[in-house]
């Protein structure tokens, strides 16, 4: 595995010297894009806006539109306007990490310590396993900042980014309904159907079925075996007068 970035973590006047790594990797399917026409391979191109012409990535440069002219920045700009954040991941405080909503979070990376770090390491991980709480920092990554939070998760110490509190869209111009819509009857009955299918959450419990499900739809189709007739799934809507006695029904029903 290949890191994404190397530096350093530091809490108070401890520093920790690391790699970063993806934690995650896609479960979809890898699809290609093809012309329909032909099958021949569709391919993107870095072209000039002003020739039309191809570019070779080692040609392309990062700019700033600034009064209407661009600004060119090189790799070492960025470093420059924030050198310590560039290099390192500092924790300056401590929370709980159920005070962070989930829409925040985005992608998480595994953290692994250089070995002139591993008493470091391994201090953080238990101090934090300890407390449960979780560490947050910001730093650069791939030329912008990063607010981010740290907990250990077994041995590894992870690193999950957050959104900024401005990078949340608002909710103010949805149609929502207003709480007393929902009578303390149906109310009373949902909050039994909840505890009804409630359940520990066990994560190997799923899988991608949709991912698996279009595999064998592709190999069938190759090999001329796929069914003509698609299945169609009519979706039917609850109504106001029927709630109830849907929610009674729903009741009825055992949680598999």
Same mark, same amino acid.
């Given at each position: 595995?290949? %890191?994404?970035?190397?530096?350093? &973590?530091?809490?108070?006047?401890?520093?920790?010297? &690391?790699?970063?790594?993806?934690?995650?990797?896609?479960?979809?399917?890898?699809?290609?894009?093809?012309?329909?026409?032909?099958?021949?391979?569709?391919?993107?191109?870095?072209?000039?806006?002003?020739?039309?012409?191809?570019?070779?990535?080692?040609?392309?440069?990062?700019?700033?539109?600034?009064?209407?002219?661009?600004?060119?920045?090189?790799?070492?700009?960025?470093?420059?306007?924030?050198?310590? +954040?560039?290099?390192?991941?500092?924790?300056?405080?401590?929370?709980?990490?159920?005070?962070?909503?989930?829409?925040?979070?985005?992608?998480?990376?595994?953290?692994?310590?250089?070995?002139?770090?591993?008493?470091?390491?391994?201090?953080?991980?238990?101090?934090?396993?300890? %407390?449960?709480?979780?560490?947050?920092?910001?730093?650069?990554?791939?030329?912008?900042?990063?607010?981010?939070?740290? +907990?250990?998760?077994?041995?590894?110490?992870?690193?999950?980014?957050?959104?900024?509190?401005?990078?949340?869209?608002?909710?103010?111009?949805?149609?929502?309904?207003?709480?007393?819509?929902?009578?303390?009857?149906?109310? +009373?009955?949902?909050?039994?159907?909840?505890?009804?299918?409630?359940?520990?959450?066990? &994560?190997?419990?799923?899988?991608?079925?949709?991912?698996?499900?279009?595999?064998?739809? &592709?190999?069938?189709?190759?090999?001329?075996?796929?069914?003509? +007739?698609?299945?169609?799934?009519?979706?039917?809507?609850?109504?106001?007068?029927?709630?109830?006695?849907?929610?009674?029904?729903?009741?009825?029903?055992?949680?598999?």
């Amino acid at each position: 595995m290949r %890191s994404i970035w190397k530096g350093a &973590i530091s809490f108070g006047l401890v520093n920790i010297p &690391i790699k970063l790594y993806s934690a995650t990797q896609q479960s979809n399917l890898d699809l290609d894009m093809v012309d329909s026409r032909d099958m021949g391979k569709v391919r993107f191109q870095r072209v000039n806006e002003e020739t039309g012409k191809e570019i070779k990535w080692e040609n392309i440069s990062k700019a700033y539109m600034l009064k209407d002219k661009y600004v060119v920045l090189d790799p070492a700009d960025f470093e420059e306007a924030a050198p310590k +954040k560039s290099k390192v991941i500092e924790i300056d405080h401590f929370i709980n990490e159920k005070e962070i909503d989930t829409i925040y979070f985005e992608n998480s990376y595994y953290i692994e310590p250089e070995k002139s770090g591993h008493k470091a390491y391994a201090l953080l991980r238990e101090a934090l396993a300890k %407390s449960g709480k979780v560490g947050v920092a910001q730093f650069v990554l791939r030329t912008a900042e990063a607010l981010t939070v740290i +907990k250990p998760m077994g041995n590894v110490l992870v690193l999950s980014k957050i959104r900024f509190a401005e990078e949340i869209r608002s909710t103010e111009d949805f149609n929502l309904p207003a709480r007393s819509v929902v009578k303390p009857s149906e109310l +009373k009955i949902a909050l039994a159907l909840i505890k009804q299918y409630s359940k520990t959450f066990n &994560i190997k419990k799923y899988k991608d079925e949709y991912a698996t499900a279009l595999l064998k739809l &592709i190999k069938a189709k190759a090999a001329g075996k796929r069914k003509s +007739k698609v299945r169609k799934l009519k979706i039917v809507h609850s109504k106001t007068e029927d709630l109830m006695s849907q929610l009674k029904a729903s009741l009825s029903k055992k949680a598999s």
